[in-house]
C-alpha cells in the first residue's frame, strides 16, 4: 500500500464516491474500486506522488490487467487526480 492511500481513499470518500479498497487482492490487481457520485466504476492504481515518475510506474502485472480491463482505469498520485476520478 502506498503511503498516500488512506488520504486519497478519505478523500473519495469526502467527495461522495463509494471506495472498496482492494490493495491486498494481489497478482495486479488495482488499489480500490471506485464508484462515482454519478454511477461510473473504476478501477484505481494509487502510486505515492511524493516520489519520482520512475517509482510511480504501473508493475508488469498492474499493467497488464490494465490492458485486458475493457472498463475504467485510472492511476492517482494526487489530490487532483482524485478529484479529477470523483468528478466522473
Same mark, same amino acid.
Given at each position: ?9 478519505? @478523500?473519495?470518500?469526502? =467527495? !461522495?464516491?463509494? #471506495?472498496? &479498497? $482492494?490493495? *491486498? &487482492?494481489?497478482?495486479?490487481?488495482? *488499489? =480500490? &474500486?471506485? +464508484? $462515482?457520485?454519478? !454511477?461510473? #466504476? %473504476? %478501477?484505481?492504481?494509487? +502510486?505515492?506522488?511524493? +516520489?519520482?515518475?520512475?517509482?510511480? +510506474? @504501473? $508493475? ?8 485486458? /480491463? #475493457? !472498463? ?8 487532483? *487526480?482524485?478529484? /479529477? #476520478?470523483?468528478? @466522473?
Amino acid at each position: 500500500m502506498d503511503s498516500n492511500q488512506a488520504a486519497i481513499v478519505a @478523500l473519495l470518500r469526502a =467527495l !461522495g464516491c463509494v #471506495v472498496e &479498497v $482492494t490493495s *491486498d &487482492v494481489g497478482r495486479g490487481f488495482p *488499489d =480500490l &474500486v471506485v +464508484k $462515482t457520485k454519478r !454511477g461510473r #466504476v %473504476l %478501477l484505481i492504481e494509487v +502510486k505515492d506522488g511524493s +516520489k519520482p515518475p520512475s517509482a510511480r +510506474k @504501473l $508493475t508488469a502485472d498492474e499493467h497488464a490487467l490494465s490492458r485486458r /480491463w #475493457v !472498463g475504467h482505469f485510472a492511476i492517482v498520485a494526487t489530490d487532483e *487526480d482524485a478529484r /479529477w #476520478v470523483a468528478a @466522473l
